[in-house]
């Protein structure tokens, strides 16, 4: 059986599922609101859910296992790292659920089908990566993987970026400030800086013409083994597979404090291990850190006294700087740091 073959009866089943959850629960909800003539973006929606609840299921019944099984921190929690966690499931379920994806729906995505019709009416067009190698790269499962590197490729340059104007890590910080990470942590981060990634990643779709079902498969692998690579569980891929994929052990010193936002010291930018799926990229540019014990993870200036002299910062009462408690209050932080004035 080739693997097209394979692919088959699970794109058939995803289909069927997307139909089920779309007639019994989206449909009613659609016409109930008065917004029957977005049923077409409302079915592309509901492929969008169900990738949500699939990979829900997958991280609390295997995921939160290996968590239990071999954590990486194995301190009690306090009431206020609790708190910080179910913060962080807050945030996924509003991406897994849909419900960030609505708001791209009716802010970013009319902006960006204006765009591109626009460039087509001109004629500039995209054009598809997977022809590049008739016979080769049509076939499914080469055509997904070389999607996946390119796009790969592009969020290290974005992670990169993150980490390298100071405009950016005021938002992105957001997300390194978790001090106990879980699998829940990985949709930590800050709406605008949600939005930012979101419109690089369809407009490198756009360019080199990956169709809407490679994309959802494509973003729904990546947002999976994300979950996983932060994950609060001692495991490495070994000396070999640490190489070829990220792990949770690779990860994590990537939000270890000093290591993974800091490259020149105390107050810097910069940090380690930025690759989201192949470490690959951080070896070829020379910035993969395998050496480093667990460390602590976290930003220097939330140690007590950390935020002191450093400008108008929002401080808690130990002297750390404050990034929030909740998800109301950590994005009208990262608004006000954004601003320079927290």
Known sequence: MSSSDFLVPLADAFGWLQQALFEAVVQPAVFGLGMGNHLEAAFDGTG?????LLQLAVMVLIFGSLER?????????TSLERAAVRTDVFYTLIHKLGIVRIGLFFSLDPLFDL???KLRLVGVEGWQLDAVWPGVTDVAWVSFLLYLVVFD????????GQHRFNWWWKLHALHHSQQRMTLWTDNRNHLIDDGIRAAAMVT?????????????????VTQLLESLSHANVRLSFGSVGE???????????????GIGHESFGPGSLGGHNFAVLFPLWDHLFRTARLDAALEPTGI???????????GPVARRADGGRDYGSGFWQQQWLGVMRLAGRA
């Open 48 to 52: 969008w859910l169900l990738v949500g």
């Open 115 to 117: 765009l591109f019709g």
């Open 300 to 310: 220097r200036d939330q140690l007590p006294g950390g935020a002191l002299g450093a």
């Open 153 to 160: 490729f592009v969020d290290y340059l974005l992670h990169r």
């Open 243 to 257: 190489r070829l994929l990220v792990s949770p052990r690779f990860h994590r010193l990537h939000h270890a404090i």
């Open 204 to 220: 490198v779709a756009q360019v080199i013409g990956v169709g809407p079902g490679q994309f959802v498969a494509i973003v729904a």
């Open 69 to 77: 099984w071999r954590p990486a921190e194995q301190h009690a929690a």
